[in-house]
Structure formats: C-alpha cells, structure tokens
C-alpha cells in the first residue's frame, strides 16, 4: 500500500472511529471498545511506519537529534512519509481522546448532548475538544443532585 493509500485508509478508520462514539449512547461499551479498537490499529501502523521511517536512508535515524529546534522538525516534515507518520499520531491520539470522554461522561453525569460537540472538536481540534470537555465535566451540575 503506497502512502496516498495508507492516508485514506487511516483516515477512513479514524472516521468510522469518531461515527460509532458518537452514536455511543446506543451502546455505550462497545462503541468505546470499537475506538479503542481503532487506537491500537492506528498506534500499530504508526510504529510501523515510525520504525520503517528510522531505519531508512532517508537520515532519520538523526530524526530524534533534529527535534530539539523548530527548524528540525520542520526538516523532519518535509517528506510525504513523515506527514503520514505525524497524521496517523494525531489520529491515534484524537481517537484515544474521544473514547475517553465519551467513557468519562456517564461517570461525571455529562449528558450525551453536551459531549458531541467536544467530539467534533477534538477530532478537528484535539486539545480545544479535550479542554471544552473538561470545562464542560467541571462545572456540569445535572438537576436534582
């Protein structure tokens, strides 16, 4: 599978991902198990990917050395394959993110409807989803309690 095809499938995944935690309130532990599901695959291509990456002629066994300044890392992504290796690490990470919130919320009694907007924002922008969650999970007070 060359890297325009890994891209759409990982994409695809993460997706189907994201779409079985927002129907979650269905079945809410399976659709949790499902991402997590989806985690571990998108963790394993991205080690993969990352070890393949490393051990390449492509000098990215110095990989480690370049990331101490913003200029090496914007080295690193200069090649399509490093793209791939840092989406798929923003995929596993989001996902991850999202299946946790959507475990947490029954236990911090935040309803459904106010966790699908931090879904949507984790998956477009991971740490304001988590902190919109977070915020959310803090101050929620259901009535009657």
Same mark, same amino acid.
């Given at each position: 599978m060359n890297a325009d095809q890994l891209?759409?499938?990982?994409?695809? *995944?993460?997706?189907?991902?994201? *779409?079985?935690?927002?129907?979650?309130? *269905? +079945? +809410?532990?399976i659709a949790v198990l499902v991402a997590r599901w989806v985690v571990a695959f998108l963790c394993a291509t991205y080690a993969v990917l990352l070890i393949r990456a490393l051990g390449g002629s492509g000098g990215g066994g110095n990989a480690f050395a370049q990331m101490g300044t913003l200029g090496g890392v914007v080295a690193l992504f200069k090649s399509p394959e490093a793209i791939l290796v840092g989406w798929i690490h923003y995929l596993a990470f989001d996902l991850f993110t999202g299946a946790w919130i959507t475990d947490d919320a029954p236990h911090a009694r935040v309803p459904h409807w106010l966790v699908l907007p931090c879904l949507f924002l984790t998956l477009m922008a991971g740490p304001v989803g988590l902190l919109t969650y977070l915020l959310i999970r803090s101050v929620w007070q259901p009535r009657g309690v």
């Open positions: 891209f759409s499938a990982a994409s695809t *995944l993460a997706i189907t991902g994201w *779409l079985v935690l927002a129907l979650a309130p *269905l +079945r +809410r532990g």
